[in-house]
Nanobody
Framework: QSQLVESGGGLVQPGGSLKLSCTASGFGLDYFTIGWFRQAPGKEREGVSCITYRSYGTNYADSVRGRFIISRDNAKNTVSLQMNRLRPEDTGVYYC????????????????????WGQGTQVTVSS
């Protein structure tokens, strides 16, 4: 069964760090653009960051640029999101999505463009 699995969420104090992982099983991530998205209660899913395959181009939402770093390790079939200097407004369920097709010049942070999704991992930033 092909699926994406997120891990690494948890409770952290403001200013702290977490590292999320998105691992694929049943298929390889080599030819997929991977995006990280988050959804807070009562809000729509918003794009956080994404990384293309082959060129490893990245894109970040303005709210996380300079604090979050996305990376991928195709050998481990994993895409990671290092989140630093976390803020309470970063709280939400974090999902990874996979998008097939040609390598884009700039990967999209629009959730509706992604074809495959994991179940999400909760991130709570609170003192």
């Amino acid at each position: 069964q092909s699926q994406l699995v997120e891990s690494g969420g948890g409770l952290v104090q403001p200013g702290g760090s977490l590292k999320l992982s998105c691992t694929a099983s049943g298929f390889g991530l080599d030819y997929f653009t991977i995006g990280w998205f988050r959804q807070a209660p009562g809000k729509e899913r918003e794009g956080v960051s994404c990384i293309t395959y082959r060129s490893y181009g990245t894109n970040y939402a303005d709210s996380v640029r300079g604090r979050f770093i996305i990376s991928r390790d195709n050998a481990k079939n994993t895409v990671s999101l290092q989140m630093n200097r976390l803020r309470p407004e970063d709280t939400g369920v974090y999902y990874c999505g996979a998008l097939g097709g040609p390598v884009p010049a700039i990967c999209s942070l629009t959730a509706s463009r992604y074809n495959y999704w994991g179940q999400g991992t909760q991130v709570t930033v609170s003192s």
